[in-house]
């Protein structure tokens, strides 16, 4: 803001007709804002509202950015101040956060991760695992793991048959149980089991994020206490439970365990006025399933039998003769058609087709080379952000338009500069700022051979 005195001074300086440019080089103010009171913009003794300077270089700055979205800010910052910019570096780049003048890159930059958004009438999912003793010797355990899933709002649910609680068996199980509803809600809900919540922080674990994050719900920790819903299930699983014979199969019990569940919601449809129980009422809503599971590992301990076969899902893989009676580990990833039998450190033996659930096989030719599991990913188009990109026909001419513009705010001709004499129209920045480093370079180097040069003592 001039002070009353100054302003005088501007306008006797003015009549005797000195430019703009001329005035503010004498009293040590910048040109724009001589002109703004010259101009009547301006008044004595009021201060400026803050009008933003960079506005101007808006269109300028957009265009560069535009034509490369990996140009450095402060060779951006450079040009504009030789166009006239007078703000420093950190308004600058402020400013370019402020108006989001770069684009995002497609070729090296990701889409924003936003956290999904619950539809209209969308289901709830809620997942609790269950834990029945005593299952039969085939079984190879000491407990039975049962995991529920079950729709809030309908309150159909399905269960699935898990030979241990890991996040292998557990994806697999939410899996097959989304499968058999035809899609998931937008919320899952899951208890405070060990391979989903994390000791101690009460949150879910970070392999599990990945999971709900490739079926695009949103994963959550259950309260503490259960509905009346997760009660009459667990009843029904220990009624059901104690029709399992000592003879009976896995995936018999799971075929009984499906037709459980498939009858308690028939049931369920008819005492609220329903006809169907197999199909999803109208006013819930459940999202598509990705075309693949989510390819989690899953890794069992079995022990080859007397004729060099391997028990896995109602099928006989075989193994060398000689490892009958050893313990060995059977390896699958969800979605993928191999299976592989390694040796309890990890060493594979041999690798099968993987066969039907239950379909009673036995295979028994095997791949003796290890190939890959999946296919290799399709790499991604280079981005080529260290590579220089020279303005763009528009970008010139918007600096051609701020070169004029800040003529007619100086009082002088286009190409004329402030001193008077003829400007160069088609030189640009890079040729000027090349000629002013030539002149530091020379001036430095003349310094350097004066300090080279021997001074004459006194006795020479």
Same mark, same amino acid.
């Given at each position: 803001?001039?002070?009353?005195?100054?302003?005088?001074?501007?306008?006797?300086?003015?009549?005797?007709?000195?430019?703009?440019? *001329?005035?503010?080089?004498?009293?040590? =103010?910048?040109?724009?804002?001589?002109?703004?009171?010259?101009?009547?913009?301006?008044?004595?003794?009021?201060?400026?509202?803050? &009008?933003?300077?960079?506005?101007?270089?808006?269109?300028?700055?957009?265009?560069?950015?535009?034509?490369?979205?990996?140009?450095?800010?402060?060779?951006?910052?450079?040009?504009?101040?030789?166009?006239?910019?007078?703000?420093?570096?950190?308004?600058?780049?402020?400013?370019?956060?402020?108006?989001?003048?770069?684009?995002?890159?497609?070729?090296?930059?990701?889409?924003? =991760?936003?956290?999904?958004?619950?539809?209209?009438?969308?289901?709830?999912?809620?997942?609790?695992?269950?834990?029945?003793?005593?299952?039969?010797?085939?079984?190879?355990?000491?407990? *039975?793991?049962?995991?529920?899933?079950?729709?809030?709002?309908?309150?159909?649910?399905?269960?699935?048959?898990?030979?241990?609680?890991?996040?292998?068996?557990?994806?697999?199980?939410?899996?097959?149980?989304?499968?058999?509803?035809?899609?998931?809600?937008?919320?899952?809900?899951?208890?405070?089991?060990?391979?989903?919540?994390? @000791?101690?922080?009460?949150?879910?674990?970070?392999?599990?994020?990945?999971?709900?994050?490739?079926?695009?719900?949103?994963?959550?920790?259950?309260?503490? &206490?259960?509905?009346?819903?997760?009660?009459?299930? #667990?009843?029904?699983?220990?009624?059901?439970?104690?029709?399992? #014979?000592?003879?009976?199969?896995?995936?018999?019990?799971?075929?009984?365990?499906?037709?459980?569940?498939?009858?308690?919601?028939?049931?369920?449809?008819?005492?609220?006025?329903?006809?169907?129980?197999?199909?999803? @009422?109208?006013?819930?809503?459940?999202?598509?399933?990705?075309?693949?599971?989510? @390819? *989690?590992?899953?890794?069992?301990?079995?022990?080859?039998?007397?004729?060099?076969?391997?028990?896995?899902?109602?099928?006989?893989?075989?193994?060398? &003769?000689?490892?009958?009676?050893?313990?060995?580990?059977?390896?699958?990833?969800?979605?993928?058609?191999?299976?592989?039998?390694?040796?309890?450190?990890?060493?594979?033996?041999?690798?099968?087709?993987?066969?039907?659930?239950?379909?009673?096989?036995?295979?028994?030719?095997?791949?003796? #080379?290890?190939?890959?599991?999946?296919?290799?990913?399709?790499?991604?188009?280079?981005?080529?952000?260290?590579?220089?990109?020279?303005?763009?026909?528009?970008?010139?001419?918007?600096?051609?338009?701020?070169?004029?513009?800040?003529?007619?705010?100086?009082?002088?001709?286009?190409?004329?500069?402030?001193?008077?004499?003829?400007?160069?129209?088609?030189?640009?920045?890079?040729?000027?700022?090349?000629?002013?480093?030539?002149?530091?370079?020379?001036?430095?180097?003349?310094?350097?051979?004066?300090?080279?040069?021997?001074?004459?003592?006194?006795?020479?």
């Amino acid at each position: 803001m001039l002070t009353g005195e100054e302003y005088i001074n501007i306008c006797a300086l003015r009549s005797r007709g000195l430019s703009i440019a *001329a005035i503010a080089r004498r009293l040590g =103010r910048d040109r724009k804002t001589v002109s703004s009171y010259l101009s009547g913009k301006r008044t004595v003794g009021v201060r400026s509202s803050g &009008r933003d300077e960079f506005e101007r270089f808006i269109p300028y700055c957009r265009r560069r950015l535009q034509d490369d979205a990996h140009f450095q800010a402060s060779a951006l910052f450079a040009e504009i101040v030789d166009l006239g910019y007078s703000g420093g570096y950190s308004t600058f780049t402020r400013a370019l956060r402020t108006h989001q003048l770069r684009p995002r890159c497609p070729l090296c930059q990701r889409p924003p =991760r936003t956290r999904p958004g619950r539809p209209d009438n969308a289901e709830e999912m809620q997942f609790r695992w269950f834990a029945l003793s005593d299952p039969p010797a085939d079984w190879g355990s000491t407990h *039975a793991c049962v995991l529920v899933g079950r729709l809030t709002h309908s309150q159909r649910w399905r269960a699935v048959l898990a030979e241990q609680i890991d996040l292998g068996h557990l994806v697999d199980s939410v899996d097959r149980i989304l499968r058999q509803f035809g899609g998931t809600g937008w919320r899952w809900r899951f208890d405070r089991t060990q391979p989903i919540h994390c @000791p101690g922080g009460g949150k879910l674990t970070t392999a599990l994020g990945k999971v709900a994050k490739h079926y695009g719900v949103v994963a959550d920790l259950s309260p503490a &206490r259960h509905d009346a819903g997760d009660e009459a299930i #667990g009843q029904a699983l220990v009624l059901w439970w104690r029709t399992i #014979g000592a003879d009976t199969g896995l995936l018999e019990a799971q075929e009984s365990l499906d037709r459980l569940a498939r009858l308690m919601d028939a049931r369920r449809a008819a005492a609220s006025g329903g006809h169907d129980g197999y199909t999803v @009422p109208a006013a819930t809503v459940l999202l598509d399933l990705p075309h693949d599971p989510y @390819p *989690a590992k899953i890794s069992v301990a079995r022990e080859v039998s007397a004729n060099s076969m391997v028990s896995y899902r109602g099928n006989l893989y075989a193994v060398p &003769r000689h490892l009958h009676g050893q313990t060995v580990e059977v390896r699958r990833r969800l979605g993928d058609p191999l299976l592989a039998i390694a040796t309890p450190r990890g060493r594979v033996i041999v690798q099968h087709s993987l066969a039907p659930d239950g379909a009673s096989l036995s295979v028994i030719g095997h791949r003796h #080379g290890i190939s890959l599991e999946r296919p290799l990913p399709v790499p991604r188009p280079a981005c080529h952000s260290k590579l220089y990109n020279p303005p763009s026909a528009e970008a010139l001419a918007a600096a051609q338009a701020l070169r004029q513009e800040a003529c007619q705010e100086d009082g002088l001709e286009p190409g004329q500069q402030a001193d008077g004499s003829p400007g160069c129209p088609g030189r640009s920045w890079r040729c000027r700022a090349f000629s002013i480093g030539s002149g530091r370079n020379r001036s430095r180097a003349t310094g350097s051979s004066s300090r080279n040069r021997r001074e004459p003592s006194e006795g020479s």
